[in-house]
């Protein structure tokens, strides 16, 4: 296929492609070749600006129509990130649209060539960043695995097979997974607030590096002097909320580090040629056991409670604009934020 094969086509030309109402692809290629912003690039320096409408303006911003002799294209982005080539053949077509797909993409990338010294340009002045935010990614992780565990243990009712053995024995395991992304969630969730609202003077390397190394509490109780979105100078390390989170990060200090805790070290004695092995007590002050093996769903839960308190308490310390603004984008997966005079606003 050659680039002046591909011309515009009309943005309804998918109306003969429809059946009861369904629109009816051939295929759909999900290219990680090209970059949605270098597609779009060469499309409308070709093209013009998109001619199609979009089909969901909450996760797709343009979307040209286009054809060739064997088919028509939909090309659009999706979610920012990626962008998808969906094929309609035309009659009599003796190729697949697979493979009219990637004739097409191939046809796309000799011509993006031309424009990778202006996007190279472009990239090292970047207008803003889009933040993967890291708190959500590990919060609904762990939100994930503490279903699957429920269900694990209790299988719905409408549900005739028995659960296996073995499936209840690995719901320890994803207990143990869950705990973690609830505590890495938290490291998310502060690392989020140092990126957005670090101060302007601050906002150089070897700080940056400085509080990536600190400890989870070192970092909470220092982010009202770091960051400008605190009321006070400091968070207050004698609240119930710290207190029981400190607790909980020593534990999962412990189990990352995979240390031999001291419940770790059972007593045997014997008796009457017997032998007994002894547990040791396990249980903390937040009822949260010392030993990774012993843990079930309610201590996951625990440890749930426990950083959303945490959470609230942290976010409660805000100024009000900062923490309107915060708890607005706190649960968004992207968050897109511009550069104005050396700091970072949310957009």
């Given at each position: 296929m050659k680039w002046n094969q591909i011309a515009l086509a009309e943005e309804n030309f998918s109306d003969e492609y429809s059946d009861g109402g369904a629109i009816r692809r051939d295929f759909v290629l999900k290219p990680n070749s090209l970059s949605p912003y270098q597609a779009y690039k060469t499309l409308k320096e070709e093209f013009g600006t998109p001619n199609s409408g979009m089909f969901d303006e909450m996760k797709s911003q343009w979307q040209y129509a286009l054809q060739s002799p064997e088919a028509y294209f939909e090309v659009y982005d999706w979610k920012y990130f990626t962008w998808s080539i969906g094929v309609y053949l035309k009659q009599d077509v003796s190729s697949s649209a697979e493979d009219v797909a990637n004739k097409f993409l191939k046809t796309i990338e000799g011509q993006a060539s031309k424009y990778s010294s202006a996007?190279?340009?472009?990239?090292?002045?970047?207008?803003?960043?889009?933040?993967?935010?890291?708190?959500?990614?590990?919060?609904?992780?762990?939100?994930?695995?503490?279903?699957?565990?429920?269900?694990?243990?209790?299988?719905?009712?409408?549900?005739?097979?028995?659960?296996?053995?073995?499936?209840?024995?690995?719901?320890?395991?994803?207990?143990?997974?869950?705990?973690?992304?609830?505590?890495?969630?938290?490291?998310?969730?502060?690392?989020?607030?140092?990126?957005?609202?670090?101060?302007?003077?601050?906002?150089?390397?070897?700080?940056?590096?400085?509080?990536?190394?600190?400890?989870?509490?070192?970092?909470?109780?220092?982010?009202?002097?770091?960051?400008?979105?605190?009321?006070?100078?400091?968070?207050?390390?004698s609240a119930e909320e710290f207190k029981e989170f400190h607790s909980l990060a020593n534990l999962r200090n412990d189990f990352v580090h995979a240390n031999l805790t001291k419940p770790m070290m059972n007593a045997v004695v014997y008796e009457d040629d017997f032998e007994f092995v002894i547990d040791s007590e396990s249980t903390t002050s937040i009822g949260i056991p010392n030993n990774f093996r012993e843990f079930e769903s309610h201590h996951v839960l625990r440890a749930k409670e426990i950083t959303q308190d945490l959470i609230d308490y942290v976010i409660s310390a805000m100024e009000p604009r900062y923490r309107r603004e915060f708890e607005y984008i706190l649960n968004d997966e992207h968050i897109k934020v511009e550069y104005e005079d050396g700091q970072l606003y949310i957009s």
């Open positions: 996007i190279k340009e472009k990239l090292k002045k970047p207008d803003g960043i889009v933040i993967e935010n890291p708190f959500i990614t590990y919060r609904e992780t762990a939100d994930s695995l503490y279903e699957m565990l429920e269900d694990m243990k209790q299988p719905k009712e409408n549900e005739d097979e028995e659960i296996k053995f073995g499936d209840w024995m690995k719901h320890y395991d994803v207990c143990r997974a869950a705990f973690i992304m609830y505590l890495s969630s938290v490291e998310g969730f502060v690392n989020l607030i140092y990126e957005l609202y670090l101060r302007k003077d601050l906002r150089e390397k070897r700080i940056y590096d400085r509080v990536c190394r600190e400890q989870i509490d070192l970092k909470l109780r220092l982010a009202p002097v770091y960051c400008e979105c605190f009321k006070a100078d400091v968070l207050d390390s």
